[in-house]
């Protein structure tokens, strides 16, 4: 099966396999909430990938600047909010591979922290030697990109155009090789039926993880916390779409329809505002195993899989995971939110 996977360009980026790692006093903690019993708990640490502190994107990097390489490419371009996980992620790659890399962040998320517009990603992109452009919310992204294209070409350079959370086709095979890597870690510690969770935003790693399941035949669902928008139907039709495309690329069938289980209950007011369930579940995890989460992804992901987990929707399994995709330096941006003034 992995076979199909390695018929890409690759840059091998990233620290594999991540741990596996089971949350013993969380499922304590959970099953005396609830009342009853609960799955063993999981947590799959993606944030361990590497590459200046990790996550998710790395993965999807690994064939994205693979793919850069491959066409002769010596300038990376990327989007995102200011605080972007995947920016930073992509700085680093670049950083690696020796390419020059361009950021162009929107400022689109209405927070007021005063750290937010200095501090977490933000400096960190910087640090990894990124250029990095900011443009207000309301700016024509065409445009911006359109320009920024030409300036490169008028200085001899040649780019490439990673998009937001490297959700595409070909970044979303790094997922799909993430689920064969998970299903054989869930299988080695014999877990028999098994649910994968995980924080959905741009939609690449959920449907990297469709195509992945396509691709081996079986292993743990894949269950979507929505951390994005709040179209959540319309959301749930786009990664299906992603999936479909990606599992074309792996020469697999693709996924049936309304198979994208996305639960849209945990976003709160929008895309990078803090909510009181994010506050508490990071504390808790934090205190709890040592594992600290990030206050627009895996901060808001955790508590859905908390909730879901109190409500007894996964009572029939035996095991339930939560995909830890990274961003914890998004911490140092939103400090107001745990340390009190």
């Given at each position: 099966?992995?076979?199909?996977?390695?018929?890409?360009?690759?840059?091998?980026?990233?620290h594999l396999p991540?741990?596996?790692?089971?949350?013993?006093?969380?499922?304590?903690?959970?099953?005396?909430?609830?009342?009853?019993?609960?799955?063993?708990?999981?947590?799959?640490?993606?944030?361990?990938?590497?590459?200046?502190?990790?996550?998710?994107?790395?993965?999807?990097?690994?064939?994205?600047?693979?793919?850069?390489?491959?066409?002769?490419?010596?300038?990376?371009?990327?989007?995102?909010?200011?605080?972007?996980?995947?920016?930073?992620?992509?700085?680093?790659?670049?950083?690696?591979?020796?390419?020059?890399?361009?950021?162009?962040?929107?400022?689109?998320?209405?927070?007021?922290?005063?750290?937010?517009?200095?501090?977490?990603?933000?400096?960190?992109?910087?640090?990894?030697?990124?250029?990095?452009?900011?443009?207000?919310?309301?700016?024509?992204?065409?445009?911006?990109?359109?320009?920024?294209?030409?300036?490169?070409?008028?200085?001899?350079?040649?780019?490439?155009?990673?998009?937001?959370?490297?959700?595409?086709?070909?970044?979303?095979?790094?997922?799909?090789?993430?689920?064969?890597?998970?299903?054989?870690?869930?299988?080695?510690?014999?877990?028999?039926?098994?649910?994968?969770?995980?924080?959905?935003?741009?939609?690449?790693?959920?449907?990297?993880?469709?195509?992945?399941?396509?691709?081996?035949?079986?292993?743990?669902?894949?269950?979507?916390?929505?951390?994005?928008?709040?179209?959540?139907?319309?959301?749930?039709?786009?990664?299906?779409?992603?999936?479909?495309?990606?599992?074309?690329?792996?020469?697999?069938?693709?996924?049936?329809?309304?198979?994208?289980?996305?639960?849209?209950?945990?976003?709160?007011?929008?895309?990078?505002?803090?909510?009181?369930?994010?506050?508490?579940?990071?504390?808790?995890?934090?205190?709890?195993?040592?594992?600290?989460l990030d206050p627009?992804?895996?901060?808001?992901?955790?508590?859905?899989?908390?909730?879901?987990?109190?409500?007894?929707?996964?009572?029939?399994?035996?095991?339930?995971?939560?995909?830890h995709t990274g961003?914890?330096?998004?911490?140092?941006?939103?400090?107001?939110?745990?340390?009190?003034?």
């Amino acid at each position: 099966m992995p076979e199909a996977l390695d018929e890409f360009p690759r840059l091998k980026l990233a620290h594999l396999p991540t741990p596996l790692v089971e949350m013993h006093r969380l499922r304590e903690a959970l099953r005396t909430q609830s009342g009853r019993d609960v799955p063993r708990l999981f947590i799959k640490r993606d944030d361990c990938t590497g590459l200046a502190t990790g996550g998710n994107k790395t993965r999807k990097l690994e064939y994205l600047l693979g793919e850069a390489v491959a066409q002769g490419c010596d300038t990376v371009v990327t989007t995102g909010a200011l605080q972007s996980n995947h920016a930073r992620q992509t700085a680093a790659a670049a950083a690696a591979a020796g390419l020059a890399c361009i950021l162009v962040l929107f400022d689109t998320v209405p927070y007021a922290g005063h750290a937010y517009r200095k501090s977490g990603n933000l400096l960190l992109d910087r640090i990894l030697g990124a250029e990095v452009r900011v443009e207000p919310a309301g700016a024509d992204a065409g445009k911006v990109f359109a320009e920024l294209f030409k300036e490169i070409e008028a200085k001899g350079g040649k780019a490439f155009f990673v998009p937001v959370g490297g959700s595409n086709p070909t970044g979303s095979l790094g997922y799909a090789r993430a689920y064969l890597e998970l299903a054989d870690q869930a299988e080695a510690r014999g877990l028999g039926k098994a649910v994968l969770v995980h924080a959905s935003s741009s939609g690449g790693t959920q449907a990297g993880l469709i195509a992945g399941a396509q691709l081996r035949g079986g292993g743990p669902a894949i269950a979507g916390i929505n951390v994005y928008r709040k179209d959540n139907a319309a959301m749930a039709e786009g990664i299906h779409a992603l999936a479909c495309k990606t599992a074309a690329l792996l020469d697999v069938s693709a996924p049936p329809a309304g198979s994208v289980d996305l639960d849209g209950g945990y976003l709160g007011e929008g895309y990078g505002l803090p909510t009181p369930e994010m506050r508490t579940a990071v504390e808790r995890v934090a205190r709890m195993e040592g594992v600290l989460l990030d206050p627009v992804y895996t901060g808001k992901g955790m508590a859905g899989f908390i909730g879901q987990i109190v409500s007894g929707k996964y009572a029939e399994m035996e095991a339930a995971i939560f995909l830890h995709t990274g961003g914890m330096p998004g911490l140092f941006a939103y400090e107001e939110e745990f340390v009190p003034c």
